[in-house]
């Protein structure tokens, strides 16, 4: 009976606590070029590794289901990017590991 209640804890555990998806931070760094695309940008991040991130130069496109917001939560449009912000970057999909990084953006958080 306790092998059994262990095994229904252990199914609801891997249902339920693992739909969840933390987003992590890919980059945060200061936007270094914006190249306006057809379809969006492709922007270059410098940043450095910290514990909450994973790279320090990234090449990220953004199109039209990248979310960008500011501090205060408002929606911006890349035509609002600017050279010199600093932004936080996650990543949707593969990313592609050469130097830099290349992938596309789930959100853009600009925070100065």
Do not use: W
Not at 1 to 28: H, N, P, S
């Amino acid at each position: 009976m306790l092998k059994r209640l262990g095994i229904i804890l252990l199914a609801m555990f891997l249902m339920f606590g693992c739909t969840q998806q933390e987003i992590q931070i890919g980059i945060r760094g200061s936007i270094q070029q914006i190249t306006l695309t057809s379809d969006g940008a492709i922007v270059l991040i410098e940043g450095r590794v910290e514990a909450d991130t994973l790279y320090d130069k990234a090449s990220v496109k953004i199109n039209n289901d990248t979310i960008i917001k500011n501090n205060l939560d408002r929606t911006l449009k890349v035509s609002d990017l600017r050279t010199g912000d600093t932004v936080e970057v996650s990543f949707t999909g593969a990313v592609a590991e050469s130097y830099p990084v290349q992938g596309l953006a789930h959100t853009i958080k600009v925070k100065d």
